[in-house]
Every structure is written in C-alpha cells, then in structure tokens.
C-alpha cells in the first residue's frame, strides 16, 4: 500500500565553514499537503530547500523522498520531485516550447508521451499562449510560470518552491498564488516566501525557522490559539510574582515605567480578571491593550532575538 508520506527529513544539518546554517530540522509533507516556509533574512530557508531538492548535500540527516533516500537512491528520489530555485533556471533565448522539451528530456519522459505532459504543464501554468515566445521576453510573472512548468512537466510527488513570488506586482503575485492552490490538488508542496499574507493564503501547515532550526510547525487554524497577549499601564503597579500568580496568566514581563506584558494560558481571556484584580489593589489601570494573535506577530515572537545584556 502507497504511503501518503510523501516527504520525511530527518536532523539536517548545514555547516559552512564552521558556521551552522541549518541545526537538527526535522520535516515531513503529507500528499496533497501545502507546506509554508517561513523565517528572517539568514534563518536556513534556502539551504533547507536545496537540501531537500537534492542539489546540496547535507552535512548529517537523512532526506527519503516519496520513500526513496536521497543520499542511498538520488535518481529515483529526484524522479519523484520538482524543484523551483529562487532564480528560475530558464534560458533566456530558447522559447517555452524549446525549453519544457528540453526539460521533459532531461526529466526522461518518454517521447510518446512528451507533447501531452508539455501541453499539460502549459495549461496548468496558464502558458497556451507564448508556447512560441522567447523566454527572455517575457515579463517576470511568465517567467516564473515557465519555472513552475519545468518543475511539474514530469508530474512529481513533491513541489519545492523557494520564493515563488519574490519580485513580482500584485497582479503577478495573485496568479502565483492561484497556480500553488490549483497544483496542490495533485501534488505534496512547499512554499517558501518572506510575505506571511501569502503563506496564510496557501498554506494548510506553517514551519517557520530560526538560526538554522524549528521554532514552529502547526497549522494556520492553530495559530489562533496561541496565548493572547495583554499589555497594561499601572500608575502603582504589584510585582511581577503578583500578576503571574493571577488564574490564567501564562507569563508576564514588565516593560518599564509602569507598563506590564501578560500572556494569557490557551484559552483563557484574562481581560477582565486584570481590570477587577487592579481596581480592587488599587493600582490605578491607566491603559489596556489586547493584541489578537496572528502569523504575524507569532512570527515576531519566535524570530526576536534578544540582546546578551538582557538574556
């Protein structure tokens, strides 16, 4: 029976030059499951990527495509994925048609079949029309979907897209977006970008990195019931031991002159347990704020590096 585990990568590991860009991640990508990828500027994305795409070799781990390892069985591994680069590895003076041929050559289709599986990735990709235009005249959207195209003409278990949408207008970028939904249909996909919009709008699990390893692997549904966070100014304020021995009080962290940061446990609104508990101690409540958690600002929280004087 086929496994629906399309993906599994276990401890990877990156070293360069004695520097560790990818620490330990472990992933896995069900069939028909979007994945997004997400993380600062130096976090490990890209390095994971070409990992998992097989054009790097890690360090330590293990990387099993579609029940293939990568380190024991490249080819049949490699069979049953498609890769998309930062930069798509088009060339600018072959047209489309030029170009998906060649790619279904090297992907070894068979030639009976290669007008269908070309024909296909053009209608996928939405590339009917400039089947006999040269890549280097297209405009940066087309581009793209020409990289996409190269990518699924041999119909993989597993996309791998590293910022698809880096560059592009709005209009482009909704049109990626679309193709991503459409593709993941059919195929096990991983997105990498830096705009959290478009992963929320794609994605059906979100793994954010930082400094080389995991700090979050769940869904989007499940990013709302992360501790809601409250932040009040007390005129006279209690102790910090005071306010995280209120009931549902996950953490709490002054910011100074007054001003306090409550995390509340999952599920408990602890909105008016701090108001009634400051009216009654006299503390004088002079602002509350409530901040509604999101992607965004659960990715603040797991990417803000703290200073060394205040660790």
Request: hydrophobic content about 40%; proline content about 5%; charged content about 25%.
């Amino acid at each position: 029976m086929e496994s629906d585990l399309k993906l599994v990568a276990q401890g990877l590991v990156r070293d360069y030059a004695g520097r560790r860009a990818v620490d330990g991640v472990d992933l896995s990508l069900t069939r028909g499951e979007v994945l997004g990828l997400l993380g600062p500027n130096g976090a490990g994305k890209s390095t994971t990527l070409r990992m998992l795409a097989g054009t790097l070799a890690p360090s330590a781990g293990r990387i099993e495509i579609a029940g293939f390892d990568m380190a024991r069985a490249p080819l049949q591994a490699k069979r049953h994925l498609g890769y998309l680069p930062e930069h798509p590895p088009v060339y600018a003076e072959l047209t489309v048609d030029e170009y998906l041929k060649f790619c279904a050559r090297l992907h070894r289709i068979p030639r009976a079949a290669r007008r269908d599986a070309i024909a296909q990735a053009k209608a996928d990709c939405g590339l009917e029309d400039v089947g006999k235009r040269l890549i280097g005249n297209l405009s940066k959207g087309y581009q793209q979907r020409v990289g996409i195209a190269q990518a699924i003409v041999h119909r993989p278990d597993v996309l791998i897209f590293d910022e698809p949408t880096a560059g592009l207008d709005p209009n482009q970028l909704r049109g990626i977006r679309e193709l991503v939904a459409r593709l993941a249909a059919n195929h096990s996909v991983i997105v990498s970008s830096h705009i959290l919009s478009e992963i929320e709008a794609v994605a059906a699990r979100v793994v954010i990195l930082h400094h080389g390893r995991v700090v979050l692997d769940e869904r989007p549904s499940g990013i709302a019931h992360i501790p809601a966070v409250v932040d009040i100014t007390l005129r006279s304020g209690p102790s910090t031991q005071t306010l995280a021995a209120l009931a549902g009080v996950q953490s709490v962290e002054s910011t100074g002159d007054g001003r306090w940061r409550v995390v509340a446990e999952t599920g408990h609104d602890i909105r008016s347990a701090l108001a009634e508990t400051a009216v009654h101690q006299g503390w004088q409540l002079l602002e509350m704020t409530s901040h509604a958690p999101d992607l965004e600002s659960r990715f603040r929280e797991l990417t803000r590096d703290v200073p060394d004087h205040a660790a």
